[in-house]
T-cell receptor, first 116, second 113 residues
Framework: AQSVTQPDIHITVSEGASLELRCNYSYGATPYLFWYVQSPGQGLQLLLKYFSGDTLVQGIKGFEAEFKRSQSSFNLRKPSVHWSDAAEYFCAVGGAGGTSYGKLTFGQGTILTVHP | DGGITQSPKYLFRKEGQNVTLSCEQNLNHDAMYWYRQDPGQGLRLIYYSQIVNDFQKGDIAEGYSVSREKKESFPLTVTSAQKNPTAFYLC????????????FGPGTRLLVL
């Protein structure tokens, strides 16, 4: 069964500091990996996704993530955090079609607080 | 504008009452999903549908029911059998061929009176 672990429930950074949110996954085949962001009381917005190819993927709002197969990780990074980045971030893993078509498994989320 | 709409934004349920949450998409997506979100628990899959007139149970289907009579609509009914319905409910959709990329609606918050 696939699973996702986000080890950090809550992270606090200062505005302008760098950010790394951790994500570890378990999946028996080639994974599709996603990062979503959620503002309070809102739906989820896709930040970036990895399917294949270059293991460093760029997303919206200046975020990037690196797929490391050997570590089963897909960590999200941003070089300089803005106050508007404060939100909850979810990592998700999906399958490569077939009966698992479209099904994603989400991590428990990491809440990001940004101090001025 | 293409997108996913959910209504209402807030919904109140009385004891023993069934309530229905609406989810509509005009993206021509094939598959639709319902998730329940509780603080600290991420998103848990309730039901999903990959094609009209067909749907599958997710991880926490007990106390919920769905229908998929039209491609663009996937309503969720929270029945009286769901003893702890207070949560934030999210609808999502995806299209085959886009590697399971799911797009989400704005959510409905269900509260029990």
């Amino acid at each position: 069964a696939q699973s996702v672990t986000q080890p950090d429930i809550h992270i606090t950074v200062s505005e302008g500091a760098s950010l790394e949110l951790r994500c570890n996954y378990s999946y028996g085949a080639t994974p599709y990996l996603f990062w979503y962001v959620q503002s309070p009381g809102q739906g989820l917005q896709l930040l970036l996704k990895y399917f294949s190819g270059d293991t460093l993927v760029q997303g919206i709002k200046g975020f990037e993530a690196e797929f490391k197969r050997s570590q089963s990780s897909f960590n999200l990074r941003k070089p300089s955090v803005h106050w508007s980045d404060a939100a909850e971030y979810f990592c998700a893993v999906g399958g490569a079609g077939g009966t698992s078509y479209g099904k994603l498994t989400f991590g428990q989320g990491t809440i990001l607080t940004v101090h001025p | 504008d293409g997108g996913i709409t959910q209504s209402p934004k807030y919904l109140f349920r009385k004891e023993g009452q069934n309530v229905t949450l609406s989810c509509e998409q005009n993206l021509n997506h094939d598959a639709m999903y319902w998730y329940r979100q509780d603080p600290g628990q991420g998103l848990r899959l309730i039901y999903y549908s990959q094609i009209v007139n067909d749907f599958q149970k997710g991880d926490i289907a007990e106390g919920y029911s769905v229908s998929r009579e039209k491609k663009e609509s996937f309503p969720l009914t929270v029945t009286s059998a769901q003893k702890n319905p207070t949560a934030f409910y999210l609808c999502a959709s995806t299209v085959r061929g886009e590697q399971e990329t799911q797009y989400f609606g704005p959510g409905t918050r269900l509260l029990v009176l």
